[in-house]
């Protein structure tokens, strides 16, 4: 049966929930073993059943790891200082309103955030390439200083 004709509100076996956040059973497998939020349903046999709020919070963590770019322990820390709800709300397919950029701490805009390692977030994700455009135009800027000098 495919997930289409199924209810908003009807459960999901792992390869449905797999299907409907166009990701591999095995991913949902290994977010279930690093984030003890997430707990399907399971029946005789281990079999899981994934409810409707499973759902949302599954895609609210897909959110954060695929298009926002945290690593799984800063996917962890999110959900620990922003709550389970927060991240649901990420998931949530009905809400319209864009959510709130990230706050920009002071000490990030007086180093090179491109010389500190991320430790939240992947090597080539979104912060990877602000990074290094910060670092491009920070090198820009020495060189207009020092053509200008006399």
């Known amino acids: 049966m495919s997930v289409t004709t199924k209810s908003a509100d009807a459960f999901r076996t792992i390869s449905e929930a797999a299907e409907e956040l166009d ?3 095995h991913v949902l497998r290994f977010w279930e073993s690093k984030f003890p939020q997430i707990s399907p349903l399971k029946r005789a046999g281990g079999r899981r059943f994934y409810r409707p709020q499973d759902l949302q919070l599954l895609r609210g963590v897909k959110r954060l790891l695929y298009e926002d770019g945290y690593t799984i322990k800063g ?3 999110y959900i620990k200082d922003q709550g389970v709800a927060a991240v649901m709300a990420l998931g ?3 809400a319209v309103e864009p959510r709130e950029p990230m ?8 180093h090179p955030i491109a010389s500190r390692p991320s ?10 390439q602000l990074d290094d455009i910060l670092a491009d135009l920070e090198n820009a800027q020495a060189k207009l200083k020092a053509a200008l000098e006399p």
């Open 75 to 77: 996917a962890r820390k």
């Open 103 to 110: 706050a920009i701490d002071a000490a990030d805009l007086e």
């Open 119 to 128: 430790r939240t977030r992947p090597a080539d994700g979104p912060k990877r």
């Open 92 to 94: 949530d397919l009905t």
């Open 23 to 25: 990701i591999q059973a």
